[in-house]
């Protein structure tokens, strides 16, 4: 039988600046999209009439909008002799995060369809499918570290590494809806590009790279602002909200022990430690 299977991380921004609104209604942003290893599982295999399961956590929403099966019809329209499939999703990414999972599951079937029905579409050609399901959707076709751009599905280099350090990834298991996030932020023109932030030392980071997403979500909920404190009191060089929120992520020198995690537990919030690529 054919199929194949895929693991779809997330992904973290580092810094986020929300720099005007577009006519289309959407926003310009300039934010560096960094993978992690929290990731979601997707099986596809070859059956009779094209359907979708999943298991994990709860995601909202009939299953005819499941991000896997949009990104299976979207290339369905132009290869219409694409065989039927069965999409089956192991949800492990917290939904309304910040975290793009969606976004990930959605390019990882548009790349796993690709390699599987050997479709011939090199990256560019994945990404011009991807932008059209999500504005975050684009950034995994790649999938590494780089500067993104007006709706955030431009991409340029940006020469970051933080291959080894260490990350923790906390969830406060409150969900917040991206486009209302978006109407919370008034754009603004940033004093300093955030690729010129990123080239200075990790250590300065915490005074200069911002996410403007941050202050009106830390306003509603102020676990955000704890979760950073917590964060640096466990010895992050730099923490942060990620993307509209609400989870938090401080990146470390040195990995963190087992009560770290438990502390982040106790309070019921999800949590995912590991080491950066
Ligand atoms: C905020 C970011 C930052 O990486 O990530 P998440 O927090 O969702 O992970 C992204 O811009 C989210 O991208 P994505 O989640 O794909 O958003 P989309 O589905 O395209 O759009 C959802 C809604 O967000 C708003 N939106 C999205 C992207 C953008 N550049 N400007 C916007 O104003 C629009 O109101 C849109 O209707
Ligand atoms: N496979 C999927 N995984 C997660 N969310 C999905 C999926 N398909 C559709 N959605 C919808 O996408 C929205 C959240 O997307 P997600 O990328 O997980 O969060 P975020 O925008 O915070 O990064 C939710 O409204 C959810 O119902």
């Known amino acids: 039988m054919q199929k194949i299977s895929l693991r779809a991380n ?5 810094g986020l600046h929300i720099t005007a609104k577009r006519p289309d209604g959407y926003h310009d942003i300039e934010s560096c999209f960094y993978p992690v290893g929290w990731a979601d599982e997707i099986q596809i295999s070859v059956v009779e009439q094209t359907t979708f399961s999943y298991e994990g956590l709860p995601i909202q929403g009939a299953t005819a909008d499941n991000l896997c099966l949009k990104a299976y019809y979207s290339l369905k329209k132009d290869f219409p002799a694409l065989p039927d499939v069965h999409i089956h999703l192991v949800k492990n990414v917290p939904i309304g995060a910040g975290m793009g999972g969606g976004s990930s599951d959605a390019a990882f079937t548009l790349k796993g369809l690709n390699q599987l029905f050997n479709l011939g579409l090199n990256n560019s050609q994945l990404e011009d499918y991807a932008r059209k399901l999500g504005s975050d959707c684009a950034f995994f076709v790649e999938n590494k570290p780089t500067l993104a751009t007006e709706k955030g599905d431009v ?3 940006l020469g970051l590494s933080l291959a080894g350090k260490y990350i923790v990834i906390v969830y406060p298991s409150l969900h917040v809806s991206t486009a209302e996030a978006y109407s919370g932020v008034k754009p603004t023109q940033p004093a300093t590009a955030l690729d010129v932030l990123l080239k200075a030392p990790l250590e300065t980071w915490r005074e200069t790279v911002q996410n403007d997403f941050e202050g009106s979500v830390a306003a509603k909920y102020s676990q955000i602002t704890d979760l950073k404190t917590d964060l640096y009191g466990f010895g992050a ?9 609400s989870a938090v992520f401080g990146i470390l020198e040195k990995s963190v022990n087992d009560s770290v995690l438990a502390h982040f537990e106790q309070k019921q919030y999800s949590v995912w430690a590991g080491i950066l690529e």
């Not at 997330?10 to 580092?14: H, R």
């Open 10 to 14: 997330a992904k973290i921004n580092i």
């Open 155 to 157: 991409f340029s280099p």
């Open 237 to 245: 060089a730099y923490a942060s909200m990620t993307g509209s929120g």
